[in-house]
């Protein structure tokens, strides 16, 4: 019996067999090994539906970038994604969210915009201002443009937590109505976003240190038009 064994084993179709045999095992219990099993997400609250059917649910072969793109495109208020795997069947996924700094209000609906012009869902509580523009597509993961959109997140973002600005109107002549705390402000809305910001700090700083507050503030001309 054991001349036979030895005797089968000395042909070569024999041991490419048993080899493949192993082969096959040792394929089979490492995907069983490293199977995912637990998935947990930071911050917690982001939950994100992964169908285990089109991507292969084991650690060793997880397609991250595939992944990144997937979540991003399908979820526009996840900015960034990192996968980190911890051996042998726990995936964890890191998500940076996208940050509001307003929200647009057009055609009827509102949606969060932050600083790279990103639309997206948001039921943010923090007090934040209102962008009312003509935009050229209204809807969640695009990004945002339009007649006055970038001087107005220019505007935003060269005086937030600085100012309370409440709300940023293209009326009816094409310039921009910035609604501040105390002053109205009247500027071009395709002028140069950190130009008039610049100049609005300043002339805002100027009035506080005299201890007074414009009623209104008219940037749309060569020369600022004060009125006290």
Same mark, same amino acid.
């Given at each position: 019996?054991?001349?036979? @064994? @030895?005797?089968?084993?000395?042909? =070569? ?31 917690s609250?982001?939950t994100?539906?992964?169908? =285990?059917?089109q ?7 997880f #397609? ?14 996840v900015? +960034?994604?990192?996968?980190i ?6 995936? @964890? ?6 940050? =509001? ?11 969060a ?8 869902e ?11 523009? #003509? ?17 107005s997140?220019? @505007? ?7 100012e ?6 293209l +009326? ?6 910035i609604s ?8 071009r ?33 060569? +020369? =600022?038009?004060?009125?006290?």
């Open positions: 019996m054991k001349r036979r @064994i @030895i005797r089968l084993l000395s042909y =070569p179709v024999v041991r490419i067999g048993i080899f493949v045999c192993f082969f096959l095992i040792g394929v089979f219990g490492v995907l069983s090994l490293f199977q995912i099993r637990e998935i947990h997400t930071e911050p609250h982001v994100v539906e992964i169908d =285990p059917s991507i292969p649910m084991n650690l060793l072969f #397609p991250e970038q595939k992944m990144k793109t997937f979540i991003v495109q399908k979820y526009p208020r900015k +960034n994604v990192r996968f795997k911890r051996y042998p069947h726990r995936l @964890i996924i890191q998500f940076t969210l996208r940050e =509001p700094i307003a929200f647009l209000e057009y055609a009827g609906r509102t949606l915009v932050d600083e790279e012009r990103m639309l997206f948001s039921s943010a509580s923090v007090s934040l201002p209102t962008l009312r523009l #003509p935009v050229d597509e209204m809807k969640a993961g695009k990004t945002v443009s339009g007649k006055g959109v970038d001087m997140i220019s @505007i935003i973002q060269s005086f937030r937590s600085i309370d600005i409440r709300a940023i109107v +009326n009816s002549d094409g310039f921009l109505e501040m705390r105390d002053t109205t402000v009247f500027v809305s395709d002028g140069d976003g950190k130009k008039t910001s610049d100049t609005l700090h300043t002339l805002l700083k100027g009035f506080r240190m005299k201890g007074q507050v414009p009623q209104v503030i008219d940037l749309r001309f060569v +020369n =600022p038009v004060i009125i006290p």
